[in-house]
Structure formats: C-alpha cells, structure tokens
C-alpha cells in the first residue's frame, strides 16, 4: 500500500467580491479582535457557494468548501469539472499561489506546477536563463540543471530560441518549454493545470507520453486537470469530481468520468421536443419520438435490429427536407451518422400542413455495451437547416449477447462492433 504524499483536510478558499484582500477595514479589525479572543473567524459563518447559475445574496463566496481527500505516492489523479467547480484554485492552493481560508494541505516531496501559459517566467529573461531560474527555485542545483538541460530544450523544441527573452515567444513555444521544465527537473509531485489545450496536437502527444513515463516508469504522483476526458482516461488511473467547490465523487478513472458526464445530464430535458434549440420560422414541431418513445432515456435491447425515429409538426410553407442523426459517444466524439439526403440524395417533399416524417434505421448486427448521445436535424443538405436538436436523446444500447459471448465493454471495445461480410 502506498504512503500518502498529498492530503487535504477540510480546506476551504472563501473570497469577497468586488474587493481586493479581504474587505473592509471593519471586517479586518472584526477578523483580528474574534482572533484575539479566541473565537472563529466570523465571515466563515457566511458566504454562498460557487454557483455560477444562480445570483448570490452574500458578497462572501467560497470558491473551496470542505474539501479533504489523499494522494498516493506514484498515483495519477484527474482533477475534473465543470469551468468554476474550483479545479484550479485547488491547485493553486496545494502550489503555494495562494493559501487556504480554513483547513490544512499536508505535501511530502518536491513540486513542480504548470498552471498557466508563462507561470514563473520572467519575459525579459532568455529560455535558459529561465530554465536555470526554475530549478533553482525548486531547490536543484545548477550541476543537477545543467545534466537535464539538453532534454528538457530538445523535448521543449526550442533550440533555435533559447538564448532568446521569452517575451518574443508564442504561447505554444512557453507552454513546451514549461512543461518540459517542470517534468524534467525531478519532482515528485507533478501539477498540471489545463495548459495543455494550447499546444499543438504532436507536442500534447509528447507531453501525455511524458507524464505516463513520470508517472508508471519514475514513480512520481501526478495531478491532472483537463476538459479533455478522452486524455484524462488515458493518462489517469483515479478521478477526484469538483462542483460548485466540493467534492462531489471520488473513484477510479472510469467512474469519475461517468459522474462528471452524468453533471451534464441532470438538468437536461427529459422529453426529447424540450432540447429542440433551433426551427425554421415557418416551421412548428409538436412531437419527436426516437426509440419508440418521445422520452430522452431509452433502452435498445440486445436484440434489437432497427431504431425508428419519428418526427411530427405543421409547415407553412412547402419544405424539400431530410432526417439526419449523429450518434456521439459519451465525450462527444461521432460514433455513427444517419443522412439518406446527404449520402444518396433522397429528399422528402412536404407540403403545407401537418406531416409525419418516419425513418427505420438499421442498426450494425454488432452493438457492444453502452451510451449513446443522439444529435438530430431536419435539413435540405447543403441549402437550409430545418430543425436542430443536439443532444436531444441518450440510448442505453445493452449489448450484443446471443446465448454465447459476453457483451464488450464499451470503454476498451468501442461502442460498434464490426463484423465480417457475408
């Protein structure tokens, strides 16, 4: 069993809005006269939490709330939620940027921290002066830098501009060489804020490569925000899901990643007409049914060979149309797309009136287990959208089972299987 290296007992980050420091100066000589005798902080009595939906009463928010949970050593931790959940000012907290209003932060090792693009630089400095800058400040000494220099430029890329000021580089030439500064210098604990998205695609492979050889290869512990699920499930072994600066789930990768996906979810529509976005003016939809339901969760059995899909409304004038379904997985990524009008160009007329549109489309013989997200539009290919509904319904596709085999799990197996001509 591994030793903990990081622990969080019940921090928490209260801010005042609208100020700088803590307030007022009566809220000061409050805080310092409840100090002196002895008493609790009487602003941490109040305060709202970190719900960017709702509009606050209170001036005092905290952006961390009770938060407490442990780190292993050599453990890999995605740190993810919605934009607010307070992700970041976790991180800024455990790097010493900023300290925590309530609670303690327990750290045994070493610290390297990427949380922004240029944190830490000084832009009048050149890339090796900042290099040497760096480790320094995390305590090696020049010898030690001096032995890493040559692979943390040739991982960073930026040879040509090392003796450069840093202020002449681009975003993504800073965010390279930080990173390769922070992963190179032998920390034991690795922080990675979502800087990442501003690399190119060949320098976020690199990185993600990196942090797998820090992490499994070297031992080290790393902590992982990012919006990018499909990375955070690569790289991390254990998930820690933020909202509203709590902790609402802690768990192993896959699961995390279901209870984030599922935040998404709670507020969603629970028919399937409620998540239309966007129809033509001329255009009114009075019901949507997929599956066999106008519900937005339904079941495709393991048997099932075809999915109907039916759209019914009033046009006030006549439409040259088309039904089009993109069948996503759970991060968004297409899995699958319906589009006669696009493919054989095979067009509806529907004159003014009411109308039924109804499809059956056929499923692979092949579906392994899991969720899929239903994008759906009526348009005439390359002229007008119609209607728009993304996200309009999940299918809980059960899984291919026929009396032998087992039904794949759709997080190793993908969600289609292929099978052979026949």
């Given at each position: ?282 255009l009114q939809i009075h019901e949507i049914e997929i ?132």
């Open positions: 069993m591994s030793r903990n290296v990081i622990e969080f007992d019940h921090v928490g980050k209260q801010y005042v809005l609208g100020t700088f420091g803590t307030g007022t100066l009566s809220q000061d000589l409050n805080r310092w006269w409840a100090k002196m005798r002895g008493k609790e902080d009487p602003y941490l009595k109040i305060g709202e939490e970190n719900d960017r939906t709702k509009k606050g009463e209170s001036r005092f928010v905290w952006a961390l709330r009770d938060v407490s949970f442990q780190v292993g050593q050599g453990d890999v931790v995605g740190i993810i939620g919605k934009n607010g959940a307070g992700k970041s000012t976790l991180l800024k907290i455990l790097s010493r940027v900023t300290s925590p209003t309530v609670g303690t932060i327990k750290v045994k090792g070493r610290i390297a921290s990427l949380l922004e693009v240029g944190t830490g630089f000084h832009p009048e400095m050149t890339g090796r002066e900042n290099i040497f800058m760096n480790g320094s400040i995390m305590g090696m000494t020049k010898a030690e830098i001096r032995s890493k220099l040559d692979e943390i430029v040739s991982f960073a890329g930026v040879e040509k501009y090392l003796d450069t000021p840093v202020k002449r580089y681009s975003s993504g030439m800073i965010v390279r060489l930080g990173f390769a500064i922070a992963a190179h210098l032998d920390p034991e604990i690795l922080v990675v804020d979502e800087v990442l998205a501003v690399g190119d695609a060949e320098f976020q492979k690199k990185a993600i490569g990196k942090m797998h050889d820090v992490a499994s290869g070297e031992g080290r512990t790393v902590l992982f925000v990012s919006h990018n699920m499909a990375a955070v499930k690569s790289l991390c072994k254990s998930g820690v899901v933020m909202k509203n600066g709590t902790v609402d789930f802690i768990g192993d990768i896959e699961s995390s990643v279901a209870h984030y996906l599922q935040l998404g979810q709670s507020s969603a529509a629970s028919r399937i007409i409620d998540a239309v976005k966007w129809t033509k003016p001329s599956n066999g339901t106008d519900e937005a969760y339904s079941v495709v059995a393991s048997d099932q060979q075809t999915l109907r899909v039916v759209v019914r409304g009033t046009t006030r004038e006549p439409m040259t149309t088309d039904l089009m379904l993109v069948m996503n997985n759970k991060e968004g990524m297409p899995l699958a797309t319906f589009a006669l009008g696009h493919y054989y160009g095979q067009l509806i007329k529907v004159p003014v009136g009411d109308f039924e549109i109804a499809k059956d489309i056929e499923l692979p013989h092949i579906l392994t287990r899991g969720l899929l997200h239903v994008d759906l539009m009526m348009h005439h290919p390359m002229v007008e959208y119609q209607l728009q509904a993304p996200d309009c319904a999940v299918l809980e596709v059960q899984g291919f089972q026929s009396g032998f085999g087992s039904a794949m799990n759709q997080n190793t197996n993908g969600l289609i299987g292929l099978d052979e001509k026949r």
